[in-house]
Structure formats: C-alpha cells, structure tokens
C-alpha cells in the first residue's frame, strides 16, 4: 500500500515538474516576442524591494511600486520586479538586494529608512549597479552619510506638507481642538509633527482661526491598529472634531473610529498620510471622513529617478530633499471635504512657501522659534 | 476620572468581544481533548472572508451584509478547521503540529486569495457594527453610560455565546460526554461514546466561533483586512482559556481582563489621571499578571486530563 502510495505522489510530481517547466518556458518565449516585436531598444531591468508590510500596503511599497509601473507603461524601455526580503534585517535586506542584481537587475529601488545600511554596503559591492534608496541615506550604522556614486538618496520635506495640513485642520475645525497621532517617533514622522504644530500656529495668526492641538502623542508602532482606534477615541470624546495621523495601519483605526462617529451624523476628520486616503475614509452614504492628506509623492521620487538614470542624468552619491517646489511633497488636488474659502486660503500659504516668505520648520528647535 | 472610565468601558468591552469568543472556541476544542494551537489562523480565516464577503456585497445588500459576513466567517472558520481535526484526530498527528500547520496555511491562504480576487492584500470594508445605545437601558444612571451607551452588538453576542456554551457544556448530556472525552476518552468510549465523532465536534464548534472572532475583529475594531490580522490576538485568547482555568466563567473574567489592561494601556496618554502612571506597566501588566497567576494556580488549574493526546482505541 504504501509503495503504491509513493510512487503515486512520485509520478505527481513529476507531472507537475513536467508542466511548470512547459509554462515557464512559453512565458520566456512569449517574453521574448514581445521584446523582438517591440522596436525599443533592450529593456532595462528594475527592481524594487519591499520594506515592512507588503507591496500592496496602500503607503510606502505600493507608492514605489506605482512609480515603477507607469514609468514602465508610459516609456516601455524596463522590465520590473519586486522581491519581498525574507525578514526585517539587515542581511535579509542584503540578500535580497544580492538576488535582483545576480538576475540582472541594473536599477533597484528602496524605499524606507531601514535600507540605509543595506544599501551602503549593496552598494560599495555592486558599483554597476544603481540604487534609488527612498526616505533614507547610505551610512555604516553611525548615521554618518557615506557617499556612494551609485547611490541616489531621497528625503522628503515632511513638514511642508504637514504644514499646509495643519492650515487646513485650523481653517476646518469647529470646537476649535486638533489631534495628532503619531506612529514611531522616527525623524519623517516627526517631521510631519512639526509641520502640523506650525501650520495651525499660522492659521491661528494669519486667519484668526482659534484652534489648538489638545493631543499630540506617538502610538509607538505602525501596525496596532486597535490602539489607533482606542486613542481617537478617546480624543473625539474628548472634543477633537480633527485628527491628523502619521501612523501606517494605527491610522486605519482612527480611520474606523471616525467613520463609527460619521455614520451617526457626528461631524469627525481625519487627515490622511502619504497618499491621498480619501478613499479609505469612506462611509456608507458616500462621503468621506478624510479631510485631506499630507501627501508624500513617493511614486514621484521613484518615476524621476529612474528616468534621470536612463536618460545620464543620474545625481549619483547626492541627497535629495523633494519638497513642495518640486511637487514631491502636498496636499491631493482635490479635496472634496475642504470648503472653497479654506482651498483658497491653503492656495495662498502655499505660494508663501513656495516664494520662501514662509520657512517651514524642520527640526523641533525650529519649531520652538516659530512658536515665539 | 469618570470621563476617562465612560471612554474606557465601552472600547474595552468591544475589545473584548472578539479575544472572548475566540477564547470560548477553544474551550470547546480543548474540552473535547484536542489542543488547537490553530485558533490565531482560524480567526485570520474568519477575518479574511467577512472581510471579502461585506465589500463585495455591501454595494447591494446594505447593513444585512455585515451579518452575512459575519455568518459566512463562522462558517468558513469551522470548515477550515476540520482540517486540523482530520489530521489530529482521524491521522493522530500531534496537535500541536497540526494546529501550527493550521496558523501557518492560513496566513499564507488568505493573504494570496485576498490578492488575486480583489488584486490587493488588504480588502477594506464600507461599514463595520456601529456602536448605539441600547433603548431604555442607557437611560439607568452609572451602568447607562457603562455598559448601553456607545455599546457595540458584539459584546452582547458574545456574551450570550458564553451563557449558551456554559448551558451546553454543564447541563447537556451532549457536553457531558464532550468533556469525557477530553478528561478520560477510553471511558467514555466504553460507555458508549464515539470519540472520533465529539472530537470533530469540538473541534469544529471551536472553528465556528474563532472564525466569528475574525468576523468581529474586522467588524469592530480593524475595519480591514491585512496581513496585520494576524497580529496574536489567537494566542492571547489561548492564554485566555490557560488563564481562565477551562471554564466559560473564567475565560470570561480573563478576557475581559486582557481587554481593559489593553484599553487602559492605549488610552492612558490621553487622560490627565493617568499619564503619570508608566505606559509600561499597563503595556505589560496582562502578561506579567498572567504568568503570575499561573505560577499561582497552576497546582490546581490543570487543563482537561487527555487534552493533546491522539485517542488510541488499544491503549490502556
């Protein structure tokens, strides 16, 4: 019986050996026509790898992966792919990095802080290859940048697109008291911070608006979302009609709790983060708890970059800082949420920053001085 | 203070809800003699098709989609967990692998079925269960706000599951010969019992209300799907039912523990008389306490006696 057994299984496998073998090979081959069809020049190839959480998280790895795309759908000239490392570590990062550039991948992107020292030492091993590291430098571990000719690091101004957010939530506000929830307290997180407290600190001056941030915490994690919700909720009980949060998924509980208050008709906000999260904040009826979102254009970055390679331009062992000049930083272009006289108002502060009349603080002694 | 506490109560009981009725699956599975170590993927499955059932069919069905989801992860829960209970009870695996091969299969299951029928691995839905307050009953004055205003229908659920699985277990012969079969199973072989039959049926039931766990893990508090599902609450309802001795009472005492310690945790930073408090002592105070009373107890709270071995007809 048990030999019977076997050599069944055996033959299974066999078969199917057999038959992902014959799929594999026609997928090649039909690759292959495509390329000999296309009059393109040969594709280059680029990789991605994933930071925490998967490709589609709805924030940083989709962001990134969505820039790949449509570069890719609008110029055809790569060929795309993206590895989710194995871990969280270091040498998960590295090896994962060792995969894509061992199958010919010649661009890899990164996105995340996490990648820093992975790449700074990807990098020094792989000079033909290029490095897009996101939200992040190349250093040893110490923090202290190590220049890489292959290596493009983009930050992003956080705290300009926070402050345009902070203007909004103040413009917005009827009981007059904001939130903010942070996730880690990690430097673009805190950035966003910042920005917030200095935004609605110049609505107030500018535009007569009395609203103050009454709760400004950090959850301490990007993943419980149960205490996301347990925190708004005690902030809308508490009077906050607007929380804005920088906290990955504690954010889709305060997303859940304001829409459990909007279904009844109580009038609760949320600021988004990252990208537009206008959809996430959805109720039943059709209108959304999003009032608008702190955006990181991400996707940008990631289209940009990669362009600047294949076209030679590439800014090799430079850090980037995208801002709102170079639309990598914002709010989304529509806001249904916002009234035309708060849209108007934001129009205006940020053509104020735009012509340098305001400086946006970046760091917490910056923001002490603006405070004065 | 009395802010703080009216916050406080309602989200801890919501909390609650789900760790409780997860917690209660596995009293029955254990009880039977079958240790599932599998709730936390049974709950995930749970998660993940009350999840897909209220988005795809909310658009045309309305609030009667969220029932139906919820029906459909009680299902889809049980189902999946005759999977552990073909291979540790008809194989007589270890239960403990087979639970584990459960949590493991599930996590991986569900995030690849959530990509490739809706092409994202996080399904969000439209509405979950609103909090209401109870008519006439949130009228009462200190248990009003406490327990009917802002109250979630969950907890309420879950709470008559509990008075339903006391009544089948303590005063239905059907529970009788249930526990028999986790204590001493070649007794109640003897007396005329099919163990292979009650074990499925533990381990079946224990399946349906982890699976109604993830339905109301998605239905209060999460609001998604997402590979964050799986984020232990499985295992803290199993420190639950270690913690509650066995017992529908007790179980019900220590969930409801976790789940204040929880919320107060969450909650601490928002309210002037408890910030001075270290988060870290609430943040860790549900396990530190958990450990300490099974130091405490254990002498006595010894789980059912046959609990993790494969009934074996010729073994004496």
């Known amino acids: 019986m048990k030999k019977i057994f076997t050599s069944v299984l055996l033959v299974l496998v066999m078969v199917i050996s057999v038959v992902a073998a014959g799929c594999s090979s026609k997928e090649s081959s039909s690759q292959k026509d495509s390329k000999e069809t296309s009059p393109a020049k040969e594709s280059v190839k680029v990789g991605m790898v994933t930071d925490s959480g998967t490709i589609d998280d709805k924030s940083f790895n989709q962001g990134t992966w969505e820039g790949i795309l449509k570069y890719k759908n609008e110029k055809k000239t790569i060929e795309e792919k993206y590895l989710q490392p194995s871990g969280e570590q270091h040498t998960d990062y590295v090896n994962a990095v060792n995969d894509l550039v061992d199958s010919g991948y010649k661009i890899i992107v990164t996105p995340g802080f996490k990648f820093e020292t992975a790449i700074n030492e990807a990098a020094s091993n792989h000079k033909d290859t290029t490095f897009i590291l996101i939200d992040g430098m190349t250093h040893k571990g110490d923090f202290k940048f190590v220049k890489h000719d292959n290596v493009v690091s983009v930050f992003f101004k956080e705290n300009e697109s926070a402050f345009l957010a902070g203007v909004a939530a103040a413009l917005s506000t009827n009981t007059g008291k904001l939130g903010f929830i942070g996730g880690m307290e990690i430097p673009p997180v805190q950035r966003f911070g910042w920005g917030y407290q200095a935004g609605v600190k110049y609505a107030n001056e500018k535009f007569g608006t009395k609203a103050e941030i009454v709760d400004y915490l950090y959850q301490g994690s990007f993943n419980d979302t149960a205490a996301g919700q347990t925190l708004a909720a005690g902030m809308y009980n508490k009077g906050v009609d607007i929380i804005f949060h920088a906290a990955g998924s504690v954010g889709i509980g305060v997303f859940n709790e304001a829409k459990q208050r909007a279904e009844k008709g109580q009038k609760v906000y949320v600021i988004g983060v990252d990208v537009d999260q206008f959809e996430t904040g959805k109720i039943s009826s059709g209108k959304s708890v999003t009032l608008t979102s702190a955006m990181k254009r991400i996707d940008v970055a990631a289209y940009d970059y990669i362009d600047a390679k294949l076209k030679g331009k590439f800014p090799g062992g430079e850090i980037i800082t995208l801002s709102l000049a170079e639309n990598g930083v914002g709010l989304p272009e529509n806001n249904p949420n916002l009234s035309e006289d708060t849209i108007k108002k934001i129009a205006e502060v940020k053509k104020e920053i735009l012509e340098k009349k305001i400086t946006v603080p970046s760091t917490k002694e910056e923001l002490a001085a603006f405070k004065k | ?316």
């Open chain 2, 1 to 316: 203070m009395w802010d703080a506490i009216t916050s406080i109560v309602p989200l801890a009981l919501t909390y609650t809800a789900p760790l409780l009725v997860i917690a209660i699956g596995g009293l029955f599975s254990e009880r039977s003699g079958v240790v599932n170590i599998g709730l936390e993927g049974l709950m995930g499955i749970g998660a993940f098709t009350s999840a897909f059932m209220i988005s795809t069919t909310y658009g045309s069905l309305g609030d009667v989609a969220i029932w139906l989801g919820l029906a459909a992860a009680a299902l889809s829960g049980g189902v999946f967990s005759l999977l552990h209970a073909f291979a540790s009870v008809t194989m007589k695996a270890d239960q403990v692998v087979s639970g584990t091969a459960v949590n493991i299969l599930s996590s991986a299951i569900t995030v690849y079925l959530a990509r490739s029928l809706t092409g994202s691995a996080n399904i969000q839905i439209i509405k979950g269960l609103i909090r209401f307050n109870v008519p006439g009953l949130s009228a009462i004055p200190v248990m009003g706000p406490l327990f009917f205003q802002n109250a979630n229908i969950a907890i309420f659920i879950v709470l008559l599951i509990v008075l339903i699985s006391w009544y089948v277990l303590y005063r239905l012969p059907f529970g009788l010969r249930l526990r028999a079969c986790g204590e001493n199973p070649h007794a109640a072989d003897s007396m005329g019992v099919n163990v292979i039959k009650m074990r499925y049926a533990g381990v079946f039931i224990s399946g349906i209300l982890a699976g109604l766990g993830g339905g109301f893990v998605i239905t209060t508090y999460s609001g998604e799907f997402s590979p964050l599902v799986y984020s232990g609450l499985g295992f803290l309802a199993l420190a639950a039912l270690i913690f509650g001795k066995w017992n529908p009472w007790g179980v019900l005492g220590a969930a409801l523990f976790f789940g204040f310690a929880k919320t107060v945790a969450d909650m601490s930073r928002l309210f002037e008389a408890l910030k001075t408090m270290p988060n870290i002592l609430f943040n860790t105070f549900p396990y530190v306490a958990t450990i300490v009373a099974l130091v405490l107890f254990s002498k006595n709270a010894a789980g059912p006696r046959a609990a993790g071995e494969p009934y074996d007809v010729g073994k004496r």
